[in-house]
Structures are given as C-alpha cells and as structure tokens.
C-alpha cells in the first residue's frame, strides 16, 4: 500500500506531535466528569470498586476503538482537525484499531488483575473513608514488589519510545502506528474528503 506524500500543495500532509499532544488533552476534558463520576463510585465501597474494575478500563478502549473507526479518530483527534487512516489516506477499520491499542490493553490486562486482587485484600471500612490518594495508596501496599518497578519501568519505556519514534520519522508515526499500520494525517487529505491522488504527487521531504 502507498503511502501519501509527506507535503501536498505546500501543506504537510501528517499530523505532528503537538497536534497529537492537543487532541490526548482534548480528550482528557471530554471524558474527565465521566472520570470523576467513576471514581466516586468506586470510592463508595470495594466490592463495588471490584465490579466496576473491568467495565471501567473496557470502557475508555471502546471509547477510543469505537470513534477511531467510525469516525477517524476520537473526539479530542476531530475537534484539532486530524484523523487517523490507513497509508494512502482511507479510513481504517476494527483490525488497525484493536492493533493501535493492543499494547495499552496488554499492560491493562496486567494491572487490571492485580488492582482487583488488591482490593480483595484491603479492609473495606478503611477504604471507603479514605480519600482519592489514600485510597491508592492503600491499595498500593498489596500490589506486589515486582509490579512497582517493573510493570512502571516497562510503562515509562513504552510511553517515551512512543514520543521518540513520533519526532523521528518523516511521516510522524507513533510505534502504535507500525503496529497498526496507520498514520495520523490532516483531516483535509483523508479519503474520501479530497479526490483520489494521482501520478502527478511527489513525496516532498
């Protein structure tokens, strides 16, 4: 599969890291009083937490899966004009969405486990008259000594080889993008918005 010009017309065709970076905080506003509200649930009582554990993380991956292939991206990614396609510019579909969070889902299946293993543990009482930070923090000394450093260590790499990939390729990839198959483009090259390249297109570095 082709892959779009890196300049068309003098505008550049992938969306950068700061459009990238605006639209993850676009969708943090979005979801935040669903955030909150979760969160007050949960802090009610632990068996109630142990319930909502995994319809919580599932949540926010259908939330991202779901928009990225209906609509090319989440709402954060549309209200910054980006959209998420495959390489010549249409759209994708479930596979190179599943694939773009897969390793999110991967550590999720990790910590999920282990915070409901956690919150078997805790004294219920306790917990539900702790505060947000109290409440982690409590939770936290039943987690066990490898997860801090590890499972932290691997997350921080992953974070931060995502950021290092996306400022050092041409076409402004994130490792999810490799995995998936996809780019994040400029709203007004993807297909079907603009007519079908033709010859005539040249990559511009």
Request: glycine share 6%.
């Amino acid at each position: 599969m082709e892959f779009l010009p890196i300049v068309y017309d003098g505008k550049k065709v992938y969306a950068g890291f700061w459009k990238r970076f605006c639209s993850l905080w676009a969708d943090f506003f979005i979801l935040l009083p669903l955030i909150i509200l979760l969160n007050w649930i949960e802090g009610l009582d632990k068996n109630l937490a142990i319930l909502i554990a995994i319809p919580y993380s599932a949540l926010f991956f259908l939330y991202h899966i779901y928009f990225n292939v209906r609509f090319g991206g989440t709402p954060g990614k549309l209200a910054v004009g980006i959209r998420i396609t495959r390489p010549d510019g249409t759209k994708i579909g479930w596979t190179e969405a599943l694939k773009r969070s897969s390793v999110d889902m991967a550590f999720a299946a990790v910590s999920i486990p282990i915070h409901i293993w956690a919150l078997t543990q805790v004294d219920g009482g306790q917990y539900a008259s702790s505060a947000f930070i109290e409440r982690t923090r409590l939770l936290q000394q039943y987690y066990p000594a490898w997860f801090h450093f590890i499972y932290s260590y691997l997350q921080q790499i992953w974070i931060w080889s995502e950021v290092v990939i996306l400022l050092f390729n041409k076409r402004k990839r994130a490792i999810h993008d490799f995995i998936a198959g996809t780019v994040v483009i400029h709203k007004e090259f993807a297909r079907p918005t603009v007519e079908i390249y033709d010859n005539t297109m040249t990559e511009q570095a």
